[in-house]
C-alpha cells in the first residue's frame, strides 16, 4: 500500500518512550520483590540508581518513570488468584504466579503502548485505522472490533442475523455481507465473539470528521492501541486484559506495518521487542 500521500512526522517524546521499554525496569522490580531482597515496589524504587543502562536502552531517573505503575508492580507481593485464567502454548494452564504476573504485563504494556501509538499517531495526519479499504485494496470491508459498552458510540444501523451471529471466522464475513445491501455503508455488526464497526469499501468511521476523531477521550479499546499493540496474551474468551475469560500466553508484540509511523520506526520497534523479550509480528493489516 503507497504511503506517499501521508506526511511521516515523528513525535519525539513518543520516540523517546518507545525507545526506553518499560517492562525491563518492571521484571528487575519483580526480581527483588521474588527473591525477598525487598518487602514492597516502593522499597525498590527507592533505592534504585538514578541511571540504569541496558543492552537496549539508557534509563534516566528510572524510579520516576515507574511511579505512574506503583499500584500495579503493588499487585506482585500480594498473592491474589489471577483475575483470568492462563495457558501456555500448546494449552496446559499456567500456575497462578506466572499467569498472574502475565496479566499485569500484559496491561503495563497496553497502557505504555497506548500513550506511545497516541503520540506516534497524532502529527501524522493519517486515517488509515479510521477507513474502510481504499480502491487499491484487495478486501471489501474493514473491521473494527467493540466491547458491547462502546457500541454507543456510533449512531449506525445494527446488522444482527443468524447467520453473522454463527460466524466466528472474519475471513469469511465478507462473502455473507455482500449479499446484503444493508451491509454496503458503516454498519454496527454482530458475529459470534460480539460486535464489530463494520467499514465498507470507499467508508469511514462517523466520527471520523476533518481528520480527526469526535470521541476521542471515549476512543473504543481497539483504537487505544491501533498499530503496536502487545500480544504477550491472547484472548481465547471476550476481549480486554482484566476481565473473566481465558488467556494463551503467546509472548509477542504486534505492528501494522501499513502504518507510516510503524514503517518508519520498524527497527525501533525491533528493538522495543527485544528488550522486553517479546517475538515481533510485522505485517500489514489491509492490502
Known amino acids: 500500500m503507497?504511503?506517499?500521500?501521508?506526511?511521516?512526522?515523528?513525535?519525539?517524546?513518543?520516540?523517546?518512550?518507545?525507545?526506553?521499554?518499560?517492562?525491563?525496569?518492571?521484571?528487575?522490580?519483580?526480581?527483588?520483590?521474588?527473591?525477598?531482597?525487598?518487602?514492597?515496589?516502593?522499597?525498590?524504587?527507592?533505592e534504585l540508581p538514578e541511571r540504569i543502562e541496558t543492552v537496549h536502552a539508557v534509563y534516566e531517573e528510572p524510579a520516576r518513570l515507574l511511579a505512574p505503575y506503583l499500584p500495579l508492580l503493588d499487585e506482585l507481593t500480594r498473592g491474589q488468584k489471577a483475575a483470568a485464567v492462563v495457558v501456555a502454548e500448546d494449552g496446559t494452564p499456567l500456575d497462578a504466579?506466572?499467569?498472574?504476573?502475565?496479566?499485569?504485563?500484559?496491561?503495563?504494556?497496553?497502557?505504555?503502548?497506548?500513550?506511545?501509538n497516541s503520540l506516534l499517531c497524532a502529527p501524522c495526519d493519517c486515517t488509515l485505522c479510521c477507513t474502510g479499504p481504499g480502491p487499491e485494496m484487495a478486501q471489501d470491508f474493514f473491521f473494527i472490533p467493540l466491547q458491547d459498552?462502546?457500541?454507543?458510540?456510533?449512531?449506525?444501523?445494527?446488522?444482527?442475523?443468524p447467520a453473522s451471529r454463527r460466524c466466528d471466522d472474519l475471513e469469511a464475513l465478507p462473502a455473507l455481507l455482500n449479499t446484503l445491501p444493508e451491509a454496503m455503508a458503516p454498519v454496527l455488526l454482530r458475529w459470534r465473539q460480539g460486535w464489530l464497526l463494520s467499514l465498507p469499501r470507499g467508508s469511514g468511521c462517523p466520527q471520523l470528521r476533518a481528520g480527526r476523531c469526535l470521541c476521542y477521550e471515549e476512543r473504543p479499546?481497539?483504537?487505544r492501541r491501533p498499530q503496536i499493540f502487545p500480544y504477550l496474551l491472547e484472548a481465547q474468551t471476550g476481549e480486554g486484559t482484566g476481565a473473566s475469560g481465558r488467556y494463551r500466553l503467546r509472548h509477542g508484540l504486534r505492528a501494522v506495518s501499513d502504518c507510516p509511523y510503524v514503517a518508519a520506526l520498524r527497527d525501533d520497534i525491533a528493538t522495543y521487542a527485544a528488550a522486553c523479550e517479546l517475538t515481533l509480528y510485522f505485517g500489514p493489516n489491509k492490502g
Do not use: N, Y
Open 2 to 46: 503507497p504511503l506517499t500521500k501521508t506526511t511521516i512526522v515523528i513525535d519525539p517524546a513518543g520516540l523517546a518512550r518507545l525507545r526506553g521499554p518499560l517492562l525491563p525496569l518492571a521484571r528487575m522490580v519483580h526480581f527483588f520483590l521474588a527473591t525477598g531482597a525487598a518487602k514492597s515496589a516502593a522499597a525498590v524504587l527507592a
Open 97 to 116: 504466579a506466572t499467569a498472574r504476573t502475565a496479566l499485569l504485563w500484559q496491561r503495563l504494556l497496553e497502557d505504555e503502548l497506548e500513550k506511545i
Open 149 to 161: 459498552e462502546e457500541c454507543r458510540l456510533f449512531a449506525l444501523p445494527r446488522l444482527d442475523t
Open 221 to 223: 479499546r481497539v483504537c
